[in-house]
């Protein structure tokens, strides 16, 4: 996602979210805490899976957190799932 589009969904977010987003949690050792709670935020804004799916992404690669794992994006979909849950 380029990061004009990921300042539009940001813009859904609101800004605490949106600052979640782009800065990450205040210690690395929560980032899992942090792409949860940027998911749940997300699906309680009325967003779309996908979109919720994109901003988890956006975030966990500027964080490292799952994203060159194997199965990183099967980690990001479970976040998302249960984020609507």
């Known amino acids: ?10 813009a859904i977010l609101g800004p605490s979210l949106k600052r979640l987003m ?3 949690p205040k ?3 929560k980032r899992s805490d942090g792409l949860m ?3 749940r935020g997300a699906a309680l804004r009325q967003m779309e899976p996908k979109d919720v799916f994109r901003v988890v992404d956006y ?6 957190k799952y ?4 199965d990183g994006e099967a980690y990001i979909m479970d976040i998302v799932e249960r984020a609507f849950r």
Do not use: P, V
């Open 59 to 64: 975030a966990d690669r500027k964080w490292g």
């Open 27 to 29: 210690s690395m050792g």
């Open 67 to 70: 994203w060159e794992r194997q």
């Open 37 to 39: 709670a940027l998911a």
């Open 1 to 10: 996602m380029t990061d004009e589009a990921a300042e539009q969904l940001g």
């Open 22 to 24: 782009f800065d990450g």
